[in-house]
């Protein structure tokens, strides 16, 4: 039975990866068009060009994407939203989930791939983090991003949970940059994409539903980095306590 699911696992994801190659071939030109215009006019082009695609392409995949808490997100308020990091297929979640134009931070390398590096280009800041200059032009260019308005989607454990806990332990930079440009924190959690893609089974997918849940906002206002440690622990303990209590 475990041979022919793995093989039924390939066969979904070679499924899913023609059809996002497919896709993105349709998408792409627009996209890149206006990665010639200057930030947010690009952003903006992107999400709304990406949120339509992905609507239709995740329930093609038998991966409905379910959100709830989006409405605290107060209008006109920037926010540094930080969430989970279980699968691959997270980041076409959240990035089209977060209301309003947002970005990313992605591995330099990401904006190489052909085609789908122009995506993260846009949608995204790149940065190497073996090359000192290149993480602080990072966070150079995630504040410029909150100043224009642009909310900034952090997964704060930095890599991939393989492990068997719902969260691994939090890096400081979603929280340093929140108190620096003192903006809100909202908590986001991603559930099911474990199911989804599992980490260590190589290429292999199955179909899942996934819900995206968004949770109050934690405020700034007023925090110094020496409030660093606290925060961090607070969003943590916050996002651990939901988590356990929500995974069904």
Request: overall charge positive; charged content about 20%.
């Amino acid at each position: 039975m475990k041979m022919i699911k793995k093989i039924l696992g390939t066969i979904f994801a070679v499924y899913a990866l023609l059809l996002f190659a497919g896709t993105l071939l349709i998408v792409f030109i627009p996209i890149w068009i206006s990665s010639f215009f200057p930030d947010p006019f690009p952003s903006r082009v992107f999400l709304t060009i990406g949120r339509i695609w992905m609507k239709i392409y995740m329930p093609l995949i038998g991966c409905p994407v379910h959100t709830k808490g989006r409405e605290n997100f107060a209008k006109g308020q920037t926010y540094v939203v930080v969430c989970n990091h279980n699968a691959l297929i997270d980041v076409p979640v959240t990035t089209p989930g977060v209301p309003g134009v947002n970005k990313t931070l992605a591995k330099a390398s990401m904006g190489k791939i052909p085609l789908f590096g122009v995506l993260y280009r846009i949608g995204g800041i790149l940065v190497d983090r073996s090359d000192e200059t290149s993480r602080k032009n990072s966070i150079i260019k995630m504040r410029q991003a909150l100043n224009m308005g642009m909310h900034m989607l952090l997964y704060p454990e930095g890599t991939r949970n393989r492990t068997g806990e719902p969260l691994k332990p939090f890096y400081d930079g979603a929280f340093t940059l929140a108190i620096d440009a003192q903006v809100p924190i909202i908590p986001s959690l991603l559930f099911h994409t474990k199911i989804i893609n599992p980490a260590g089974k190589g290429f292999y997918a199955w179909p899942h539903h996934i819900d995206y849940h968004f949770l109050p906002p934690v405020p700034t206002t007023g925090l110094t980095k020496d409030d660093v440690p606290a925060l961090k622990e607070k969003v943590f303990k916050i996002m651990w306590d939901y988590y356990v209590a929500n995974d069904k």
